[in-house]
């Protein structure tokens, strides 16, 4: 790991300071306990504070307004996105050297590698997440996630949906996409469950250890795999990447490449797509029943008509968004909300400010699966990065919803339990989920 270039994840190189003249906040951080059981209230008091302000905590530059994040992500020569993947605070030093083994050296590929080579590698993922994948994987969806249900119901209620369903199923399903052998399931979702700390948290050193030896070794096992299938291919995503490489291997014929795909790049884009995959369709599917099922009209509207099931998903990406922010760096001086950014500022970019913003949403802080206009909101990202696994994440996520209405219409959740999220600046789904039904 280093502090430049295209690697994977960069380890932050210094203390950041508060731009000249940008309002400072001391207090706030994501990471405060009030703001991780309920971003909203305060969320929407700092915008109304100060649209775009320092964070002491966090050491970014917080934006708030829908207007500014869309501009954001709309001009990536001013706003890079090299950043999303690092650690925010600085490692302990044997999770540094950890990560610091040779062989540790996945490359920034999708959601952090800057143009052109962003968009060379994109022409290739893009594949993976076509037309005719997702309906090749919807009956494997269907089955599964009939399956996990069926298991559930069988045992009885009340059920812990997290453990029962809403974690296993989006692993499984970005597993099978990139190929990944079912024996290996349990192995790999050890690995990857910490990333969220490691990337977006402030985990301790003892935990910066455990995390960085789960992620040598799900690297090394994604090298391993990946040369498993370059000796014989099967159909999948890994499959159809290896075959763009030997087409076309990119920077490995010519490092200036306009086209192609090198092998280094087809190993690191397993790396990153197995956590980006699953994480956040977890936490879309346990907020999906947060959101309905305490509301007994929208739940029973879904109930009696189930083709709603797509507008309740696009309303829960809005109102309770699995991912509530996301990072940018500045590349030049420039100028934001009125606030002067020199070169190299770090912007956390608020989703759960902009998705309940009054000017862009009537009434924003009611949850309405028949909002016009929903799709407006920005939990996906927008422009060139725009998330890859959008239709994806809401196909598993209606799959598993119309399951729930048809088989469990008396479904509601447990009275009286509190819902804890794991502490990080970006993801957000609760831990555990009670649910009970009549038999
Ligand atoms: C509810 C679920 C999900 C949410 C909320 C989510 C959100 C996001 C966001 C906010 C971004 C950054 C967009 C930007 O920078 O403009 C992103 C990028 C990305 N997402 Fe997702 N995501 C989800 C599910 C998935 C799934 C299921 C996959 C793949 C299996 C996936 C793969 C990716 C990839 C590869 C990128 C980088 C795209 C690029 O840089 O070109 N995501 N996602």
Redesign the pocket.
């Known amino acids: 790991m280093t502090t430049s270039g295209n690697t994977y994840h960069r380890a932050p190189d210094s203390v950041a300071e508060a731009p000249v003249g940008c309002p400072v906040n001391r207090t706030w951080s994501p990471l405060n306990d009030d703001y991780l059981n309920d971003p909203y209230p305060i969320a929407h008091q700092l915008r109304e504070q100060h649209p775009v302000f320092w964070s002491e905590a966090l050491g970014h530059v917080v934006v708030t307004e829908m207007s500014d994040i869309e501009y954001v992500?709309t001009n990536p020569e001013l706003f890079a996105?090299t950043n999303?993947q690092d650690p925010i605070y600085p490692l302990c030093a044997q999770a540094t050297e950890l990560l610091g083994a040779p062989d540790f050296d996945p490359v920034a590929v999708?959601?952090n590698?800057p143009e052109p080579d962003?968009a060379r590698i994109?022409v290739y993922?893009r594949r993976g997440?076509s037309k005719r994948r997702l309906q090749s994987l919807e009956s494997y969806m269907q089955a599964r996630a009939a399956r996990l249900l069926d298991q559930m119901i069988a045992a009885g209620s009340p059920a812990e949906y997290v453990g029962a369903v809403a974690f296993p199923l989006?692993a499984e399903i970005?597993f099978r996409?990139i190929g990944f052998p079912k024996s290996d399931d349990a192995m790999i979702k050890r690995w990857c469950v910490n990333r969220r700390a490691f990337s977006w948290g402030k985990p301790s050193d003892a935990e910066q250890v455990q995390i960085a030896k789960g992620m040598l070794d799900y690297w090394r096992y994604c090298r391993r795999f990946v040369a498993s299938r370059r000796e014989e291919r099967g159909d999948d995503f890994t499959s159809e990447l290896l075959d763009a490489w030997e087409v076309d291997p990119g920077p490995e014929r010519d490092p200036g490449a306009t086209t192609g795909i090198s092998y280094r790049e087809v190993e690191s884009v397993v790396y990153?797509?197995s956590f980006?995959?699953?994480d956040?369709?977890t936490?879309?599917l346990c907020n999906t029943l947060r959101c309905l099922l305490p509301r007994r009209d929208q739940w029973r509207a879904v109930v009696d008509d189930p083709s709603l099931a797509a507008q309740a998903i696009d309303e829960t990406?809005r109102f309770e968004?699995?991912?509530i922010s996301?990072r940018r760096v500045t590349t030049k001086d420039t100028t934001l909300g009125g606030v002067d950014l020199p070169a190299g500022t770090t912007l956390f970019l608020n989703f759960a400010s902009a998705n309940r913003q009054p000017e862009r949403f009537a009434d924003p802080d009611t949850f309405d699966i028949n909002r016009s206009g929903v799709n407006q909101n920005i939990?996906?990202?927008?422009?060139?990065?725009?998330?890859?696994?959008?239709g994806?994440?809401k196909m598993e996520a209606r799959i598993a919803l119309e399951l729930l209405v048809e088989r469990i219409p008396s479904l509601r959740l447990v009275d009286g339990q509190e819902f804890s999220y794991f502490p990080n600046i970006t993801f957000r789904g609760p831990d555990a989920v009670h649910i009970e039904w009549d038999d």
């Open positions: 992500f996105s999303v999708m959601s590698r962003h994109r993922t997440f989006p970005v996409l990153g797509i980006a995959g699953h956040p369709v936490a879309l990406s968004s699995s991912q996301w939990s996906f990202g927008k422009g060139i990065h725009f998330c890859l696994g959008a994806l994440a």
